[in-house]
């Protein structure tokens, strides 16, 4: 029985999911609280997802200098080379000038 939904995306396609976001949106403040809750939601929801890591750094809310945010839900291990880890990363071109997004997800079975 296969699964639709969550679990046949990919690092790739949230990322330019999220570079949309911010192509959409001025404010970038309320872009990251609503990737905050879903990226909560799902890590919790599939069952083959055991940590995401998200980072976006650029100008920010339209501030003179770069910032960069960072949000970790879950577990990631970057460091065996053994473990399932999907990176992508984008470029998105905005008003207020570049952010790099980079985006790691960490599939395996969950330890509880």
């Known amino acids: 029985m ?3 939904g969550f679990a046949c995306l990919d690092a790739s396609f949230l990322t330019k999911a999220v570079k949309g976001m911010f192509l959409k949106h001025n ?7 609503f990737l905050k809750t879903a990226l909560r939601a799902y890590v ?3 069952p083959c997802i055991v940590g995401i890591k998200l980072q976006v750094a ?3 809310n339209g501030f003179s200098r770069k910032r960069r945010k960072i949000f970790q839900i879950g577990s990631l291990l970057l460091q065996p080379v053994s473990n399932n880890v999907d990176y992508s990363y984008c470029v998105a071109v905005t008003k207020f000038g ?3 997004i980079k ?3 960490f599939k395996g079975q969950k330890y509880i």
Request: glycine share 10%.
């Open 98 to 100: 570049t952010f790099g």
């Open 44 to 46: 919790d929801k599939d």
């Open 27 to 33: 404010r970038h403040w309320l872009v990251f609280k």
């Open 2 to 4: 296969a699964q639709l």
């Open 103 to 105: 985006f790691w997800l």
């Open 58 to 60: 650029g100008k920010i």
